[in-house]
């Protein structure tokens, strides 16, 4: 279980980290065009995923909280051989954790990664927590428990 741990609080300070300093450098030195479809720019985020439902971060903060402590502990009762869906939730509760803190003090998530292909401006935590969406979800197939002798499928 310590690999999961150690895991969230890599994926939490990667956002953390990145957030401050690309909101340092970007108010200092104005958007940077990597290629023609990556671009690094500020913007914040007041809402919920993509933008929606402007003006209730603070509020959203507290109730990820608490889906983040229910997580947590379904993550650890989770049986050991189900270990994909463990990495996918440890990479979700990280990246979670890392925008909840901007909600619940700054009211509002630093977003600076724009793709050409993607309408929306992201950070590294919208990574995190979509990319462990699916390896989780990616889990939950792999990781059926096999049917013992005499019980029937559904």
Same mark, same amino acid.
């Given at each position: @279980? *310590?690999?999961?741990?150690?895991?969230?609080?890599? /994926?939490?300070?990667?956002?953390? !980290?990145?957030?401050?300093? @690309?909101?340092? +450098?970007? /108010? %200092?030195?104005?958007?940077?065009?990597?290629?023609?479809?990556?671009?690094?720019?500020? /913007? +914040?985020?007041?809402?919920?995923?993509?933008?929606?439902?402007?003006?209730?971060? %603070?509020?959203?903060?507290?109730?990820?909280?608490?889906?983040?402590?229910?997580?947590? $502990?379904?993550?650890? $009762?989770?049986?050991?051989?189900?270990?994909?869906?463990?990495?996918? !939730?440890?990479?979700?509760?990280?990246?979670?954790?890392?925008? @909840?803190?901007?909600? @619940?003090?700054?009211?509002?998530?630093?977003?600076?990664?724009?793709?050409? *292909?993607?309408?929306?401006?992201?950070?590294?935590?919208?990574?995190?927590?979509?990319?462990?969406?699916?390896?989780?979800?990616?889990?939950?197939?792999?990781?059926?428990?096999?049917?013992?002798?005499?019980?029937?499928?559904?």
């Amino acid at each position: @279980m *310590f690999l999961y741990y150690l895991i969230i609080l890599l /994926t939490f300070a990667a956002d953390r !980290l990145s957030k401050l300093w @690309m909101e340092a +450098y970007l /108010t %200092q030195n104005g958007p940077i065009f990597v290629t023609d479809w990556l671009t690094f720019y500020l /913007t +914040y985020n007041r809402g919920v995923a993509f933008g929606m439902f402007q003006g209730i971060g %603070q509020v959203l903060g507290w109730v990820t909280l608490i889906v983040l402590a229910v997580m947590l $502990r379904y993550m650890q $009762r989770l049986p050991r051989e189900f270990w994909l869906m463990r990495l996918g !939730l440890a990479l979700v509760v990280g990246g979670a954790a890392g925008n @909840m803190i901007d909600r @619940m003090w700054a009211g509002e998530v630093v977003d600076f990664i724009a793709v050409s *292909f993607i309408p929306w401006v992201f950070n590294l935590a919208d990574v995190a927590v979509n990319g462990g969406m699916v390896i989780a979800l990616a889990g939950s197939f792999l990781h059926r428990p096999v049917p013992q002798k005499g019980e029937e499928e559904e």
